[in-house]
């Protein structure tokens, strides 16, 4: 087995037919999960990147497919797609919104499929208390743990930017601590075990969450930042991740490339990183 170099990241929010922000039709996601099967790509567990790091070989094209937040187009669009090509993901779940019930019906199962909103939209019904109608219930999210398609992480219980709170620092710090513990609460009663996984919402985070998140039993730590490799012996209190575009498998399997090249990689990288601060400055 010729073992990775580094292992790339995806991250995903929102597989549905309704077009906007931060989604992925399910006919580009059907193609982009299709190519990655036909190329003999491995789509990683948690475990198995967390041994990737800590130096296990992992075989060469390996890769994680990660999805935030929890929404229910996960499991009416992503899921069916998943299993048809034998291939995993992850969801980092906003545990306090996920919702109780029977599991509605998903693609191709037959059965008339719920709406699955836009994000914009999404947001607006979050805020309006029609949670719902936007998230995952945990009787979908077990369906899917069973059916191997996706396991399931922390990513808070209430997605609330504290920081951006009008609140005093200490008081701040207690909130996230309370989301920790809250996430984990909630994992644990209805999965039965909770993991050293944890997604920062908003990919916020500084080096007083990264060490409650730890004191709270959190060690791999998934940002939002792309430009950056996770090899062996890397940091996993820095994962790094890019977000995958709605286009069809050839943009996708380019990026995973320039991801994970061991010199093109990080000539890439400096060179987005550069253009981003002079565009910031
Ligand atoms: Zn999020």
Redesign the pocket.
């Known amino acids: 087995m010729k073992p990775a170099y580094c292992v790339p990241v995806l991250m995903y929010h929102h597989v549905s037919p309704s077009a906007g922000m931060i989604t992925t039709s399910p006919r580009n996601f059907e193609r982009q999960i299709a190519g990655l099967a036909r190329a003999g790509y491995h789509a990683l567990t948690a475990d198995a990147f967390a041994g990737f790091l800590a130096g296990e070989p992992v075989p060469d094209k390996s890769l994680l497919i990660t999805f ?2 929890g929404y229910l187009d996960n499991y009416v669009y992503a899921h069916p797609v998943l299993q048809r090509y034998g291939m995993h993901g992850i969801i980092f779940l ?1 545990t306090g919104l996920i919702g109780d019930g029977p599991a509605r019906p998903f693609n191709g199962q037959g059965g008339q499929l719920p709406a699955t909103p836009e994000h914009r939209q999404a947001k607006a019904l979050l805020a309006a208390g029609a949670t719902d109608s936007v998230m995952l219930r945990w009787s979908e999210v077990k369906a899917m743990r069973e059916a191997g398609t996706f396991e399931f992480h922390s ?1 808070t219980h209430t ?1 609330t930017r504290w920081d951006l709170e009008n609140i005093p620092r200490d008081q701040c710090l207690a909130r996230m601590t309370q989301e920790f513990a809250d996430s984990r609460a909630a994992l644990t009663r209805h999965l039965g075990s909770v993991s050293a996984h944890f997604c920062w ?2 990919g916020h985070f500084d080096a007083d969450y990264v060490r409650l998140a730890k004191q709270a039993g959190f060690e791999y730590l998934y940002t939002t930042i792309a430009h950056g490799q996770n090899l062996a012996g890397g940091d996993p209190a820095c994962i790094y991740r890019f977000a995958v575009r709605n286009r069809g498998f050839p943009w996708l399997r380019q990026r995973a490339w320039l991801a994970s090249h061991p010199v093109i990689g990080p000539l890439y990288n400096r060179w987005k990183s550069w253009k981003r601060a002079r565009r910031a400055s």
């Open positions: 935030d937040d906003i990513h997605h919402p908003q």
